[in-house]
């Protein structure tokens, strides 16, 4: 099960990052369609497409609005995508065909289905599992656990993370923890402010929930090079801690 880093930056894109957006090309799932959305066209291989959506701000949607391109791309590929399905909460859902793809803004709506979940879990034609559950940041949104074949993955972002924090016992034991980490230490108030995360309670919920390893994404897009988390105190507390960059691939 391999793992694309499609877009790991937060609010905005910058010169070396595009806004969230992971990818198991051959599961056919994406979670989160910030503006890396795009780069999906390069991965396909299957002809059917899910994307999970943690929840409705911009920099986790905006790349819905590519997808023309990536339907109708002016150079086919092997594998030409027939359907997309959305899947995400019901009242963020709604609120994004609603508002972002309102005649005004967006004049065609682009040929996907827009699936509210229901329950906790989904089986995917893939053999996949996915499960989602709530997570603490202004408006509501979801983190998700992905399982197959006896690999698991578990996707945390924008929240501020907390050893106590309630979502940690829905990602106990999982292969790979992709959490967001916005704020290096010392931004507390701000992360709390904004339901972000700063650099060592993400360490400390990797340790705790025991999972093999961690890699790092929402960064911020205003970090210059040297700066954000410290790295070395992170892989103090849990030493399988590493930065995703985009067009970072890794094996689950």
Not at 109 to 134: H, I, N, Q, Y
Request: aromatic share 8%.
């Amino acid at each position: 099960m391999r793992l694309h880093f499609l877009g790991t930056a937060g609010y905005h894109p910058n010169e070396t990052r595009h806004t969230s957006c992971v990818m198991l090309p051959e599961l056919g799932i994406l979670i989160d369609a910030g503006t890396g959305f795009f780069r999906a066209r390069e991965h396909v291989e299957l002809p059917t497409l899910d994307v999970f959506l943690t929840h409705a701000h911009l920099d986790h949607t905006i790349g819905l609005t590519f997808l023309f391109d990536l339907l109708q791309r002016r150079d086919p590929p092997a594998v030409s995508v027939r359907q997309v399905t959305v899947h995400g909460d019901a009242e963020k859902l709604a609120a994004i065909e609603r508002h972002l793809f309102s005649p005004l803004l967006f004049p065609i709506k682009p040929p996907c289905d827009f699936r509210p979940l229901v329950g906790r879990t989904k089986e995917m034609k893939s053999g996949a599992e996915v499960r989602w559950f709530p997570l603490d940041h202004p408006g509501g949104s979801l983190g998700y656990r992905i399982e197959h074949q006896g690999k698991s993955l578990a996707y945390v972002t924008d929240t501020t993370a907390s050893p106590g924090a309630d979502y940690v016992d829905a990602i106990r034991d999982v292969d790979v923890l992709v959490h967001e980490c916005y704020f290096a230490d010392g931004r507390e108030d701000r992360a709390l402010l904004t339901g972000h995360s700063c650099a060592t309670p993400v360490a400390e919920v990797a340790r705790i929930c025991g999972a093999r390893r961690l890699y790092l994404v929402h960064h911020d897009p205003q970090e210059a090079e040297g700066e954000g988390p410290d790295l070395e105190a992170m892989r103090r507390i849990f030493p399988e801690t590493y930065p995703a960059n985009d067009g970072d691939v890794i094996e689950i």
